[in-house]
């Protein structure tokens, strides 16, 4: 659906940006431990060993800085990609009210046995087996004959639709 496509795009895009600061992280990690290894060779040179190993010290440190810094934006985007997985889900929540008040609106009664009583939203062919929550794919059922079709096609393994509903259509 249009939500599941926005929702992938909007993945891949975080992904993308997680590389990317991947990269840069890496790069600066890779220059830090190549100007920390020539000044402690510099260092070595001119007999100073104790410099030198301050050097390489201070370069592990920051080295342990960048990967904290990695997981930090690790973390964020993950909470950015949650955020955004609830809002869709929540879009997803409006539109199936909105699909609920419309069936409400059309059908004013059962579409298995035609009680008025309370109802609930069937998609007819069920999203388990590729059925979509649109308009040409819900009815209104109460809950016994929606409980009733949900038996039978949990056991035949397949929709299973009731008879006047398939009159109906």
Same mark, same amino acid.
């Given at each position: 659906? /249009?939500?599941?496509?926005?929702?992938?795009? /909007?993945?891949?895009?975080?992904? *993308?940006?997680?590389? /990317? $600061?991947?990269? &840069?992280?890496?790069?600066?990690?890779?220059?830090?431990e190549?100007k !920390? %290894?020539? *000044?402690?060779?510099r260092?070595?040179? $001119?007999?100073?060993?104790?410099? $030198?190993?301050?050097?390489?010290?201070?370069?592990e440190?920051k080295a %342990?800085?960048? %990967? =904290?810094?990695g +997981?930090?934006?690790? =973390?964020?985007?993950?909470? *950015?990609?949650d955020?955004? +997985?609830?809002?869709?889900?929540?879009?997803g929540?409006? !539109? +199936?009210? /909105?699909?609920?008040?419309?069936?409400?609106?059309?059908? %004013?009664?059962?579409?298995?046995?035609?009680?008025?009583?309370?109802w609930?939203?069937?998609?007819?062919?069920?999203?388990?087996?590729?059925g979509?929550?649109?308009?040409? +794919?819900?009815q209104?059922?109460?809950?016994r004959c929606h409980?009733?079709?949900?038996a039978?096609?949990?056991?035949?393994?397949?929709?299973?639709?009731s008879?006047?509903?398939?009159?109906? &259509?």
């Amino acid at each position: 659906s /249009r939500l599941d496509k926005r929702g992938d795009r /909007r993945e891949r895009k975080l992904d *993308a940006k997680g590389d /990317r $600061a991947e990269k &840069r992280l890496d790069r600066r990690a890779d220059r830090i431990e190549d100007k !920390a %290894e020539t *000044a402690a060779d510099r260092a070595r040179e $001119a007999g100073k060993e104790k410099k $030198a190993r301050r050097i390489e010290r201070r370069a592990e440190k920051k080295a %342990e800085h960048l %990967e =904290r810094k990695g +997981n930090r934006i690790d =973390r964020k985007l993950d909470r *950015a990609g949650d955020r955004q +997985n609830r809002r869709l889900d929540r879009k997803g929540d409006r !539109a +199936n009210d /909105r699909l609920r008040r419309r069936v409400a609106h059309e059908e %004013e009664h059962c579409q298995g046995c035609g009680s008025h009583g309370p109802w609930q939203l069937d998609h007819i062919i069920p999203l388990s087996q590729g059925g979509e929550t649109v308009r040409e +794919n819900v009815q209104r059922l109460c809950r016994r004959c929606h409980a009733t079709k949900t038996a039978l096609s949990t056991a035949r393994g397949g929709p299973a639709k009731s008879s006047q509903a398939a009159d109906s &259509r």
